[in-house]
């Protein structure tokens, strides 16, 4: 799987759990239950986030223009 396509599966559990919790502040336990199985869920898609985009950034996809930033910043403090 990408890495585009794992963060897109990332952005629907974590919209879809934070219907789920306004749902849960109500008194619902069926959606309490939902969220609970979504965290496990978003575990796993966690899991495989780090090891896509480790791998991305190994093939040179992705670039490390935070990274630069902050050691520059730091050479001039």
Not at 15 to 27: F, Q
Not at 32 to 39: I, T
């Amino acid at each position: 799987m990408a890495l585009h396509d794992t963060l897109s599966q990332m952005n629907v559990l974590l919209t879809t759990m934070a219907l789920d919790l306004t749902k849960v502040s109500k008194g619902n336990k069926s959606a309490a239950q939902r969220v609970r199985v979504g965290s496990i869920d978003l575990e796993k898609i966690a899991k495989r986030f780090r090891k896509e985009s480790i791998d991305a950034e190994k093939k040179g996809k992705i670039r490390k223009k935070f990274l630069v930033k902050k050691r520059k910043k730091k050479r001039a403090d």
